[in-house]
Every structure is written in C-alpha cells, then in structure tokens.
C-alpha cells in the first residue's frame, strides 16, 4: 500500500479525540479525528490524519410539549365509549380490542386525533404510545381531518401497466390536490394504496368502499360528478358505525 508498509497482524486502530460536534440541519454531525497509530509487529504507520464525519439522516423531534391539552373536553361521546366497551366480550383482553375502537372511533370523528388515542388508551388501559403505534401503522386510519369521500388509487404493476399512473395525474389536477390532500371544499380526499385486489379490472380506484373499475383519464370528470360514486349496493356490515346520537356531543354539536 502507498506510503504505508504491511503491518503483520492487526494494528492498534484507536478514535482520537473528537474533533467537532456540531448540529446540523438534517440531525447530529459529528466529525472524528484520528491520530498517529502504531502496529503491533512491525514500523509506525505514518500519520493519518482523517476526518470521519457521521451524519444522521432524520431530524429530532420535540418529545417534550405535550400534544393533548390535559384541559380539553373529552372528544369521545359516552355513546362511542359505550361502543368501544360493548367489545370487550368479544376478547379475553382490553388490549385486543384496539382495532374494533380505532374504526369506531373513525367512523365517528373522521380521524383519529391525539387526544382520542389518548383517551382510547384510557378505555383499553394501555400506554398511548401503542394506540400510536397502531394507527402510524396502518394507511386506513387518519390522524388529521379527511374528506367527506376518500379516493384511493391502485399504484400496483397491473395498474401501473394499464395506465393508472396517467388516470392518478388526471386526479391530481381535477381536484388541485397531491396524494393525502383534501379538497378546499372538503368533498375528497386522495390516497394510493399497493393493491387493492382488483388486478384483473386494472386501472382501479375506490370511492370510499366502492370499486370502480377499468378508470381511464377521460373517466374522471363523469367519476368526479357523479354524486353516488361511493354508494355500495351490497349489503355492509355496522359492526364499527358509531352510535346514533341525539344528546349534544363533547364538540357542542348535535349528533343525528
């Protein structure tokens, strides 16, 4: 090797001091400077001064500002507590009933906030970081507002081949929004998904449940306007529907 002679065994490979620690703005930066080294069996290697910068590629975030106000009213009715409790006998635990409560919960509020995981937390009696958890994994449930009607597309290869990507783009600019956007109107919501089992009716998209099929670019318009684009005539399970409601809700409103 240039400018080094080979060493027989392994060298004495030492971090010397640290040379800098700096933030930066994607993260941690901190830069390392090795010294002088010496083998074990043999002449000095020279010196190698090398600077070894180590950069984290996430930015921190703020974990100690509370998101939910421990003042707030609750945003859980009784009567979509009630629903949540109404499951327990289906499981041997509270825990088990996580998902059953995040659809209802959905179902009433339209997304599932903060405070509502935390107060979902307090129903199942388990931390809120696993009602987090859950919902940052799973695409179907949403932590802020959504529209009236949630448009998914399929971003599959039977789609993609057919010409979904064109009839994504189409959206894209008929309703001046990107993916996970709502409407200013708050009448749509856009999402992709990987698949939504429909491979042979490619290029495919839901309606909220419904499933339209072979959607070409100059679909959409007819697609868009069509006010029973999202209604399903098979019949559909209420097993997660929120209760209907007639007392005035934790928001102020009156629930129908």
Known sequence: MKGRERIHGPALLHEGPRK?????????????????????????????????????????IDRTTPVVDADAPPVLSDGVRDKIRSFFVRYETKRAVLLPALHVVQHALGHISWQAMAEIAEILEIPPSDVMDTVSFYTHFWTHPKGKKVITVCRSLSCELMGGADMLDTL???????????????????????CL????????????????????????????????????????????????????????????
């Open 20 to 60: 800098d620690s700096r933030p930066s703005d994607s993260g941690l930066c901190v830069t390392l400077a090795q010294e002088d080294r010496e083998g074990i069996h043999g002449p000095a290697v020279q010196r190698l001064p090398i600077a070894i910068e180590i950069r984290m590629a996430w930015k921190t």
């Open 197 to 256: 089992a429909g491979c042979d009716h490619a290029p495919c998209l839901l309606v909220n449940e419904k499933l339209h099929k072979r959607v070409q670019p100059a679909d959409v318009d007819k697609l868009l306007a069509d006010d029973s684009n999202d209604r399903v005539t098979m019949p559909r399970s209420d097993l997660f529907d929120p209760p209907h409601e007639t007392s005035e809700s934790p928001n102020g409103a009156d629930e129908a």
């Open 172 to 194: 894209k600019k008929k309703l001046n929004i990107t993916e996970h956007e709502t409407t200013t109107d708050g009448r749509y919501s856009l999402v992709t998904e990987e």
